[in-house]
């Protein structure tokens, strides 16, 4: 039955995967379409073509290796000495074998000198290229909202879980009291395990961390704390201890290692799968991304604990990065998990959502092949074309991009030898959630 539902959770994310893929290709075909640029192929996948139709002047096909996707569009790059012109695949790893200028110059037909990539205006191709990254962070922010408001994040709560029978630094690490030990401030008040906290010194609490602010800063203070018991509301009074506590960041985590003198009431919050609210899940969100750009950030400063944790036999961080086959394990370890169908479920959402979020990101450097690269370029043509504008120089002209493909080969090869010692890493070391 393990094996099954292993099976079926890789079957969940591949199956997101691959809309995912199509979903950022689709922004990339319908800007295109829309400005009048001719797209010979919609591509999802990589390698022998499973199925395939042509509709209009556009073939539609799913490829056998779903780790990528591409359109095609006639004129990525303006001609070069020669005159020649060339269609561009928007994918970076074709983009690694086909020549910049050549690779698909007998594709063009007739009337195609109207409706060339690098004949639009700079904002046009930036509409674009930014549609397809664009349309992996609205998807993000869709699941993302599905499951913050739809199913709620697993939390803390104000329902009370255990009582600490006196005040511990939590630096010392030890849950034994000793008899220099006080009581702790819920103790001594008659707290009880299930009983849940309705209000702290006269003001509603709905969630831990706004009880846990107001506990914080109430040190040394005499408190009424209203509590709900078996549906009676009850009034205990409390002094709040001054403890050393650990240390929380702005989002209201715990900051491993880190301690600070605080109020200390004494108790361990209940866990609870709480739904939030569209101001909360913004916040949410809003945190996840500057996670995010932090982790993007970090990534070079990642490769040798990977490269340990290959060949090495070092442990593997939780943190570290993930490829395509890690994210599908994981998503078959979600649904081995002892939990609820429904949590299974979006926790597997929640993956894939934290994929398109990663997959806007990491598009989104100005980089060639990337997205991002294709961006920089037209907007550097923009602020040539500009300057000349106001100087009255002549209209420089397109900002031919080709002339980076060095540039773009070398950034492409890096990207293939990390995503092949993710690959090994996610083979024979992987992340593992349970």
């Given at each position: 039955m393990?094996?099954?539902?292993?099976?079926l959770?890789?079957?969940?994310?591949v199956?997101?995967?691959?809309?995912?893929?199509?979903?950022?290709?689709?922004?990339?075909?319908?800007?295109?379409?829309?400005?009048?640029?001719?797209?010979?192929?919609?591509?999802?996948?990589?390698g022998?073509?499973?199925?395939?139709?042509?509709?209009?002047?556009?073939e539609?096909?799913?490829?056998?290796?779903?780790?990528?996707?591409?359109?095609?569009?006639?004129?990525?790059?303006?001609p070069?000495?020669?005159?020649?012109?060339?269609?561009?695949?928007?994918?970076?790893?074709?983009?690694?074998?086909?020549?910049?200028?050549?690779?698909?110059?007998?594709?063009?037909?007739?009337?195609?000198?109207?409706?060339?990539?690098?004949?639009?205006a700079?904002?046009?191709?930036?509409?674009?290229?930014f549609?397809?990254?664009?349309?992996?962070?609205?998807?993000?922010?869709?699941?993302?909202?599905?499951?913050?408001m739809?199913?709620?994040?697993?939390?803390?709560?104000?329902?009370?879980?255990?009582i600490?029978p006196?005040?511990?630094?939590q630096?010392?690490?030890?849950?034994?009291?000793?008899k220099?030990?006080?009581?702790?401030?819920?103790?001594?008040?008659?707290?009880?395990p299930?009983?849940?906290?309705?209000?702290?010194?006269?003001?509603?609490?709905?969630?831990?961390?706004?009880?846990?602010?107001?506990i914080?800063?109430?040190?040394?203070?005499?408190?009424?704390?209203?509590?709900?018991?078996?549906?009676?509301e009850l009034?205990?009074?409390?002094?709040?201890?001054t403890?050393?506590?650990?240390?929380?960041?702005?989002?209201?985590?715990?900051?491993?290692?880190?301690y600070?003198?605080?109020?200390?009431?004494?108790?361990?919050?209940?866990t609870?799968?709480?739904?939030?609210?569209?101001?909360?899940?913004?916040?949410?969100?809003t945190?996840?991304?500057?996670d995010?750009?932090?982790?993007?950030?970090?990534?070079?400063?990642?490769?040798?604990?990977l490269w340990?944790?290959?060949?090495?036999?070092?442990?593997?961080?939780?943190?570290?990065?993930?490829?395509?086959?890690?994210?599908?394990?994981?998503?078959?370890?979600i649904?081995?998990?002892?939990i609820?169908?429904?949590q299974?479920?979006?926790m597997a959402?929640?993956?894939?959502?934290?994929?398109?979020?990663?997959?806007?990101?990491f598009?989104?450097?100005?980089l060639?092949?990337l997205?991002?690269?294709?961006?920089?370029g037209?907007?550097?043509?923009?602020?040539?074309r500009?300057v000349?504008?106001?100087?009255?120089r002549?209209?420089?002209?397109?900002?031919?991009?080709a002339?980076?493909?060095p540039?773009?080969?070398?950034?492409a090869?890096?990207?293939?030898?990390?995503?092949l010692?993710?690959?090994?890493?996610?083979?024979?070391?992987p992340?593992?959630?349970?």
């Amino acid at each position: 039955m393990t094996s099954l539902m292993m099976i079926l959770g890789i079957v969940v994310f591949v199956i997101g995967l691959l809309v995912s893929i199509a979903w950022h290709e689709l922004g990339h075909l319908s800007t295109a379409k829309l400005f009048g640029i001719r797209v010979p192929q919609y591509m999802v996948g990589f390698g022998p073509t499973v199925w395939s139709r042509k509709k209009g002047e556009t073939e539609y096909g799913v490829k056998a290796v779903p780790l990528g996707g591409y359109i095609r569009m006639i004129g990525m790059f303006p001609p070069g000495e020669d005159g020649r012109i060339t269609a561009r695949s928007t994918s970076p790893w074709r983009g690694m074998i086909e020549d910049a200028r050549s690779a698909a110059f007998e594709e063009l037909q007739p009337g195609d000198e109207s409706r060339l990539f690098y004949t639009r205006a700079p904002w046009k191709r930036i509409i674009v290229m930014f549609a397809g990254p664009f349309m992996n962070l609205i998807l993000a922010v869709a699941l993302f909202l599905t499951v913050l408001m739809g199913f709620g994040l697993q939390q803390q709560t104000t329902t009370v879980s255990s009582i600490s029978p006196c005040v511990i630094a939590q630096s010392q690490n030890r849950d034994t009291c000793k008899k220099s030990d006080p009581a702790s401030p819920a103790a001594a008040a008659g707290m009880k395990p299930g009983d849940r906290i309705v209000s702290f010194d006269g003001v509603r609490t709905e969630d831990w961390n706004t009880l846990s602010d107001r506990i914080r800063v109430s040190a040394g203070k005499d408190v009424p704390v209203v509590v709900d018991r078996h549906g009676r509301e009850l009034t205990l009074h409390a002094r709040i201890a001054t403890n050393q506590v650990a240390k929380k960041d702005s989002s209201g985590a715990y900051v491993q290692g880190q301690y600070v003198k605080a109020g200390f009431l004494g108790f361990s919050a209940a866990t609870g799968v709480v739904k939030q609210d569209f101001g909360q899940s913004v916040t949410w969100m809003t945190d996840r991304v500057g996670d995010a750009v932090d982790s993007l950030a970090a990534l070079p400063s990642k490769i040798p604990a990977l490269w340990n944790a290959v060949f090495d036999g070092a442990p593997r961080a939780p943190d570290s990065p993930m490829g395509v086959v890690g994210a599908a394990r994981v998503g078959g370890e979600i649904f081995t998990l002892d939990i609820p169908p429904s949590q299974q479920l979006a926790m597997a959402v929640m993956l894939v959502a934290g994929f398109n979020l990663s997959l806007f990101l990491f598009n989104m450097l100005p980089l060639l092949p990337l997205d991002g690269g294709h961006i920089a370029g037209a907007v550097w043509e923009a602020l040539r074309r500009q300057v000349a504008r106001v100087l009255r120089r002549p209209d420089p002209g397109p900002f031919d991009v080709a002339k980076l493909m060095p540039v773009a080969y070398v950034v492409a090869g890096i990207f293939v030898c990390f995503t092949l010692l993710v690959l090994i890493a996610d083979v024979v070391n992987p992340v593992r959630i349970s």
